[in-house]
Antibody, heavy 120, light 111 residues
């Protein structure tokens, strides 16, 4: 059974750095073809892709947020960490991590999401 | 860079059939897309992957009344025998140029 769970602070102050952890089970990020993506959703708005890390530790970022994002993995802990610097009120929203399966190449299992509010 | 366009809203009567459209920009007209469903207050759920030739690969537990098809740059999600629980936002996603892109989503209202 594949599960993912996001964890991190519910509130961050403007200009601070956000660090979110995705803890997963039921698959290994060491398996060829496996990836984990981070996606966010501002309140009442559409999904926005942020970053992806693959089994080979290759990393891909949203072009518009590239300079603020860092994604990393710890395969021994089954965790993927996303950091976003210089947070602002527009970054308020729900942050999801999702498994990108080797057979689907798309997010086929999603976490429940973590709501992050940026206070000014 | 891929661009994904979706209508903002659609409606369907209970028990009817509705077809949602996702359109890719011309440079990516042959690309694979994924459809995701997001019911109110819930996380998104993977429905299917849809190839440029119209073949699809549905996620675990996705009802048979959800199907996909393709025509040129358009990728369709068809829901047959619409149920009340199908009222949700539906997102189309693709990837290219080392990035992934979601469409703006279609809000489906069940009448």
């Amino acid at each position: 059974q594949v599960t993912l769970r996001e964890s991190g602070p519910a509130v961050v102050k403007a200009t601070q750095t956000l660090s979110l952890t995705c803890t997963f089970s039921g698959f290994s990020l060491g398996t060829s073809g496996m990836c984990v993506s981070w996606i966010r959703q501002p309140p009442g708005r559409a999904l926005e892709w942020l970053a992806l890390i693959d089994w080979d530790d290759d990393k891909y970022y949203s072009e518009s947020l590239r300079t603020r994002l860092t994604i990393s993995m710890d395969t021994s802990k089954n965790q993927v960490v996303l950091t976003m610097t210089n947070m602002g009120p527009v970054d308020t929203g729900t942050y999801y991590c999702a498994r990108v399966g080797w057979s689907t190449s798309y997010p086929d299992y999603w976490g429940q999401g973590a709501l992050v509010t940026v206070s000014s | 860079q891929p661009v994904v366009t979706q209508s903002s809203s659609a409606s369907a009567s209970l028990g009817s059939t509705v077809k949602l459209t996702c359109t890719l920009n011309s440079d990516y007209s042959g690309h694979i897309v994924a459809w995701h469903q997001q019911q109110p207050g819930k996380a998104p759920r993977y429905l299917m992957k849809l190839e440029g030739d119209g073949s699809s690969n549905k996620g675990s537990g996705v009802p048979a009344r959800f199907s996909g098809s393709t025509s040129g740059a358009d990728r369709y999600l068809t829901i047959s025998d619409v149920q009340s629980e199908d009222e949700a936002d539906y997102y189309c996603e693709t990837w290219g140029s080392n990035s992934r892109v979601f469409g703006g989503g279609t809000k489906l209202t069940v009448l």
